[in-house]
């Protein structure tokens, strides 16, 4: 019995009560929602939004940066750490990367000696893809064309090392609180021998969802998020963007193709068109939520490849997911520790919120000149 008189059950009892009478409002009341593409909870607390900030304040980003220095290794020209000297390009440049977390020829760890032990052999390559030759430049300021260019070179690369390996992962960092030591527009692409752990939780929840729903799942959420409209951030003909119902971070989105489609090289010219079209018009708007070069971290998530790509994918639909950290301003970011690193991924603002912000953002950058504007306006 509690010193108040009221025991723990009665307690229990009248605090469910009380909150039966509480109309739910998702702005105002915490819950926990479900991500069924990777079998995972997140809570959301929306009413931490109102407290002050006396936590950690990032600093300003760099004003200007060198459209070409001769020391920075991913421009046209430079020499690499290996002594390798790059081509003169001028649009994409693939190369290998210089210092690669997986090689081709890692020799096999061999058999456990006990089941708490165990470890298996891990091979693969990776690669840097430079988007553009200037290094003051980030898609949001490239043109369609060039982010066209990017576009055909992810699927390329993908095509090539999924022939050999049964996952590709293309990923950029972008700005340096996502890690990225160079700020020269780029992403790197790691293949390798095994399906990494975030994959093979999509795999599973994918051909379960198919199994028992007889859909992909990830077909059937993009039609639910077109008719609740809520969370949509953008739409054209042949891609959504949108900020998922179970998103972690702040202003985080997904991109889907409106179409079946399970991997990168599968996407018509039409798509490929149309997907740089809207990644722009996206990471403009992400420009411009803070008037800054927005940071994230993003990647493409398709099919398994290597030596099962003939076997039966059909419940993988092709996506890429953006986790950008920012959460109050240009300095202020979220941290994923305590809690999230304890006991499970918690977010402030609601996914409603953030598309909300997101949709009334405009499509032309906060950077450009009214001469630039009235260019991007009309193309």
């Not at 997140?42 to 200007?64: C, D, I, N």
């Not at 790197?188 to 990494?196: H, K, R, T």
């Not at 996407?267 to 996206?282: N, Q, S």
């Not at 940071?295 to 490849?305: F, L, S």
């Amino acid at each position: 019995m509690s010193r108040s008189g009221v025991g723990p059950e009665q307690h229990r009892q009248g605090s469910e009560a009380d909150a039966t009478a509480t109309p739910f409002q998702a702005r105002e009341h915490q819950h926990i929602r479900y991500n069924p593409l990777q079998d995972e909870w997140v809570l959301v607390s929306a009413h931490r939004m109102k407290r002050p900030w006396q936590g950690q304040v990032e600093p300003s980003l760099l004003k200007t940066v060198p459209r070409h220095d001769p020391k920075n290794p991913l421009c046209p020209g430079a020499t690499r750490a290996n002594g390798e000297v790059n081509p003169h390009y001028d649009s994409t440049f693939l190369f290998d990367n210089d210092f690669p977390a997986l090689q081709p020829d890692a020799p096999n760890p061999g058999p456990s000696d006990h089941p708490l032990f165990q470890a298996e052999a891990a091979r693969g390559v990776c690669k840097v893809l430079c988007f553009h030759p200037w290094s003051d430049v980030t898609l949001p300021l490239m043109s369609v064309p060039e982010i066209r260019a990017v576009v055909d070179m992810w699927a390329s690369v993908t095509e090539e090392l999924g022939a050999q390996y049964p996952w590709v992962q293309i990923f950029e960092n972008k700005g340096a609180m996502m890690g990225c030591s160079n700020p020269h527009p780029h992403c790197q692409v790691w293949a390798s021998s095994f399906l990494p752990n975030i994959a093979q939780r999509e795999e599973q929840c994918q051909r379960a969802y198919q199994s028992q729903h007889g859909e992909p799942l990830l077909m059937e959420y993009g039609r639910q998020e077109l008719l609740r409209k809520e969370r949509l951030v953008l739409t054209s003909e042949h891609w959504l963007v949108l900020v998922p119902f179970w998103a972690v971070w702040p202003f985080q989105t997904l991109l889907l193709p409106r179409r079946h489609v399970r991997r990168l090289p599968e996407l018509t010219p039409a798509e490929r068109d149309d997907l740089a079209f809207i990644m722009k018009k996206l990471l403009t708007k992400y420009d411009n939520l803070f008037e800054t070069s927005f940071p994230y971290t993003m990647g493409w998530h398709g099919a398994p490849m290597g030596s099962e790509a003939e076997a039966n994918w059909d419940h993988w639909q092709l996506h890429a997911h953006y986790y950008p950290p920012l959460l109050r301003s240009s300095t202020v970011r979220k941290f994923m520790v305590g809690y999230e690193m304890l006991a499970q991924a918690q977010r402030d603002l609601t996914p409603e919120q953030a598309a909300e912000r997101l949709r009334a953002l405009p499509e032309v950058h906060y950077s450009l000149g009214p001469k630039d504007r009235e260019t991007a306006a009309i193309s």
